[in-house]
Structure formats: structure tokens, C-alpha cells
């Protein structure tokens, strides 16, 4: 092989390896695009898997038996942003097999503050949903609420061991973060606060679930357990922290402390979300912030919010044209017991930006 090809090599080889010590925390995400219908079950494929850094793999190979829900988790947090994001200019894309882009590898915004705490809560909500389905030989149903409750009821059935769920979150999810040459720095400390906030949107709302005992449904007696909200309330909560984050600096006197680089805002509590950098505007495509910009995208014509066709569009202009739409309708119930519907067309307008 000549001189030239081998320095190409070893140059791709050198871009490569710095291109994944750039990366962030939530490159282990990578996991979301494996093919549902592959399983991790060998330790062998621990060292194979995209996206894992040393102390993930060996935390992969530990516990292998968690791996499918470390994905599902993963799958969870990038659908439910998807959802929760659909009708702003940022909307969680991941085109091109890329996770989200530079705005979360590269910038602390609020967009990567939402994407590592909904991946963390995605993580400890699937571990937690594996645990009391029965799934895993290492924890089951949360075993410390037993006898009678200070309100009258017996704790039984399975409550949610979210107990569990949250302390390997922790550890896997985190890992990054924690290591040697990561440790204090800004926006390892950023990343792990947003962490521990999307895992507390999960915990602080736990919700208490019954069932009635007794003649005809008398409620004489109520047997009781703990359950996690679903992903979707989990998102929402979120989401609304998302809106309302504050900007933070690292504490002068403390690497490990952050406070509101506006000193007359109040400081954040352990269930905000942080960030350092302010947002683009994500109205143009932009390699550098990896951006996708908001031509194309569609956009609701009698909104005056950010899906409106105005913001949305940046002030470009939009597009409308006509379109045939087929649905169900003229329903009918027939006994027993099925429903009956018709096709019916309509034509609808979309809005599209330029």
C-alpha cells in the first residue's frame, strides 16, 4: 500500500476517535436504531454496540439480562420527544440516522437539556416496567410497602420498583459523565443535573393505585400499590420544565455547583432543567448547530403560537394546496358486536413553509 494511502488511513482513524471523545452523553442512544427484532444477549456484543463508552460496556456485560430495556428506554425517550416537540422549529429529528445533531453533541441548550433528562427517565421507566412485569431475575415488584397504610388501606400487588429503575439509570445512563476526564467540567455537571431532573419527573409522581374488596363493590376493603405515571405524562412534566429552564454558570468557588447566571432569578431546584448556551433559531438548516431548518415543514395557517405559520416559517411565507383525504365515517354499531363504518373523502388544506 503506498505512503499517501496509509496517512489517509491513519488521518480518517485519528478524526474518527476525536469525533467520538466530542460527542456527548447520549451517544449510548445509538441503541434506539438496533432492529426490534435483535437482542442483546451475549457479552460479545457489549464491545460491538455503537455508542458505549468503557464503563457502559462493562456495565452492558454485568447486566446483559437489562440491556433490552436500556434500548427500549431509549426508543421511549426519542419517540416521546418527537411527540412532545412535533409542532416547534426543533422538533427531536433524527434524519439521517443522526440523534438530534451538534445542538445536543456540541451545545449546552435547553434542547439538550430535555433530550438527557427524557433518555435517563426513558431508561429508568423501562427497567422499572421490566422489574414488575416479571422480566428480570435480578428485581421484581417493590417489596419495602407492605401492611396497612397511615390512610386505611393494605399495600398489595406489584408497585412499581422505580427504586430500582432510577439507581441503574444512575449508573448507566451517567457513566459518562462521572469518568476521570469528564468529572467537573461545565457541561458534564449541566448533564448531569438534567439527568437526575428527568428521573425525578418519574419519581415525585408516582401515583397510588387501588382496587375495591368487599360485598358488591363496597370498598369495605382497598388493597393499594405504587405505580409510575406513563411516559407520556412523564414527557409532558418535562416539557413544561423545558419551557421554564434556567440559564446556569458554574459556581466560582465550586466546580460542581451551578446558579442562575441572572443573579435576581431564583435558584433552580432539583426537578429543573438547566442550560448554558442559548438556542438557535433552527429556522435555516445549519451544519455546524445541526440544524434542519423549518422549509417544508408544515405549519397550522389560524395559530398565532410557534406553530403558527408565521414563526414557524421565520417569516418567509408559507404555501397552501389541496389536499384528498380518505376517513372513516357513518358509523354503526350492529349486534353483536362490531362496528360498521363507510369511507368517506373531504378535501383538506395544508400550509407549507418556504
Given at each position: 500500500?503506498?505512503?499517501?494511502?496509509?496517512?489517509?488511513?491513519?488521518?480518517?482513524?485519528?478524526?474518527?476517535?476525536?469525533?467520538?471523545?466530542?460527542?456527548?452523553?447520549?451517544?449510548?442512544?445509538?441503541?434506539?436504531?438496533?432492529?426490534?427484532?435483535?437482542?442483546?444477549?451475549?457479552?460479545?456484543?457489549?464491545?460491538?454496540?455503537?455508542?458505549?463508552?468503557?464503563?457502559?460496556?462493562?456495565?452492558?456485560?454485568?447486566?446483559?439480562?437489562?440491556?433490552?430495556?436500556?434500548?427500549?428506554?431509549?426508543?421511549?425517550?426519542?419517540?416521546?420527544?418527537?411527540?412532545?416537540?412535533?409542532?416547534?422549529?426543533?422538533?427531536?429529528?433524527?434524519?439521517?440516522?443522526?440523534?438530534?445533531?451538534?445542538?445536543?453533541?456540541?451545545?449546552?441548550?435547553?434542547?439538550?437539556?430535555?433530550?438527557?433528562?427524557?433518555?435517563?427517565?426513558?431508561?429508568?421507566?423501562?427497567?422499572?416496567?421490566?422489574?414488575?412485569?416479571?422480566?428480570?431475575?435480578?428485581?421484581?415488584?417493590?417489596?419495602?410497602?407492605?401492611?396497612?397504610?397511615?390512610?386505611?388501606?393494605?399495600?398489595?400487588?406489584?408497585?412499581?420498583?422505580?427504586?430500582?429503575?432510577?439507581?441503574?439509570?444512575?449508573?448507566?445512563?451517567?457513566?459518562?459523565?462521572?469518568?476521570?476526564?469528564?468529572?467537573?467540567?461545565?457541561?458534564?455537571?449541566?448533564?448531569?443535573?438534567?439527568?437526575?431532573?428527568?428521573?425525578?419527573?418519574?419519581?415525585?409522581?408516582?401515583?397510588?393505585?387501588?382496587?375495591?374488596?368487599?360485598?358488591?363493590?363496597?370498598?369495605?376493603?382497598?388493597?393499594?400499590?405504587?405505580?409510575?405515571?406513563?411516559?407520556?405524562?412523564?414527557?409532558?412534566?418535562?416539557?413544561?420544565?423545558?419551557?421554564?429552564?434556567?440559564?446556569?454558570?458554574?459556581?466560582?468557588?465550586?466546580?460542581?455547583?451551578?446558579?442562575?447566571?441572572?443573579?435576581?432569578?431564583?435558584?433552580?431546584?432539583?426537578?429543573?432543567?438547566?442550560?448554558?448556551?442559548?438556542?438557535?433559531?433552527?429556522?435555516?438548516?445549519?451544519?455546524?448547530?445541526?440544524?434542519?431548518?423549518?422549509?417544508?415543514?408544515?405549519?397550522?395557517?389560524?395559530?398565532?403560537?410557534?406553530?403558527?405559520?408565521?414563526?414557524?416559517?421565520?417569516?418567509?411565507?408559507?404555501?397552501?394546496?389541496?389536499?384528498?383525504?380518505?376517513?372513516?365515517?357513518?358509523?354503526?354499531?350492529?349486534?353483536?358486536?362490531?362496528?360498521?363504518?363507510?369511507?368517506?373523502?373531504?378535501t383538506v388544506d395544508e400550509h407549507i413553509c418556504e
Amino acid at each position: 500500500m503506498k505512503q499517501s494511502h496509509w496517512i489517509c488511513m491513519v488521518y480518517g482513524l485519528v478524526i474518527f476517535y476525536i469525533s467520538l471523545l466530542s460527542v456527548d452523553g447520549v451517544r449510548w442512544m445509538a441503541l434506539a436504531q438496533m432492529s426490534s427484532l435483535a437482542h442483546i444477549s451475549d457479552e460479545d456484543n457489549c464491545e460491538t454496540l455503537a455508542g458505549l463508552v468503557k464503563r457502559q460496556k462493562k456495565l452492558c456485560k454485568r447486566h446483559l439480562e437489562l440491556m433490552d430495556s436500556v434500548r427500549a428506554g431509549a426508543q421511549m425517550a426519542i419517540e416521546e420527544c418527537q411527540a412532545q416537540f412535533k409542532y416547534r422549529r426543533w422538533n427531536c429529528s433524527t434524519e439521517n440516522d443522526k440523534l438530534f445533531g451538534n445542538v445536543i453533541l456540541k451545545q449546552g441548550t435547553r434542547e439538550a437539556a430535555f433530550v438527557h433528562s427524557i433518555s435517563s427517565a426513558g431508561v429508568a421507566h423501562a427497567v422499572t416496567r421490566a422489574c414488575s412485569s416479571g422480566q428480570l431475575r435480578k428485581c421484581g415488584c417493590d417489596k419495602t410497602l407492605r401492611g396497612r397504610s397511615q390512610e386505611n388501606f393494605e399495600w398489595a400487588g406489584c408497585s412499581d420498583n422505580i427504586a430500582y429503575g432510577i439507581a441503574f439509570s444512575k449508573v448507566f445512563v451517567d457513566a459518562r459523565e462521572r469518568s476521570k476526564r469528564r468529572r467537573n467540567k461545565p457541561r458534564a455537571v449541566m448533564n448531569l443535573h438534567n439527568n437526575e431532573a428527568g428521573r425525578k419527573a418519574i419519581e415525585d409522581n408516582m401515583r397510588i393505585e387501588c382496587k375495591c374488596h368487599g360485598v358488591s363493590g363496597s370498598c369495605e376493603m382497598r388493597t393499594c400499590w405504587k405505580a409510575m405515571p406513563i411516559f407520556t405524562a412523564v414527557g409532558a412534566i418535562l416539557k413544561d420544565k423545558f419551557d421554564g429552564a434556567t440559564e446556569v454558570k458554574v459556581k466560582p468557588q465550586d466546580a460542581n455547583e451551578l446558579i442562575p447566571l441572572n443573579p435576581q432569578f431564583k435558584p433552580h431546584t432539583d426537578q429543573d432543567l438547566v442550560y448554558m448556551e442559548a438556542s438557535p433559531d433552527f429556522c435555516e438548516a445549519d451544519l455546524k448547530t445541526g440544524s434542519l431548518g423549518t422549509h417544508g415543514r408544515f405549519c397550522n395557517k389560524t395559530s398565532k403560537a410557534i406553530d403558527g405559520c408565521d414563526l414557524m416559517c421565520c417569516g418567509r411565507g408559507y404555501v397552501t394546496r389541496q389536499v384528498r383525504i380518505t376517513e372513516r365515517c357513518k358509523c354503526k354499531f350492529h349486534w353483536c358486536c362490531h362496528v360498521k363504518c363507510k369511507s368517506c373523502e373531504r378535501t383538506v388544506d395544508e400550509h407549507i413553509c418556504e
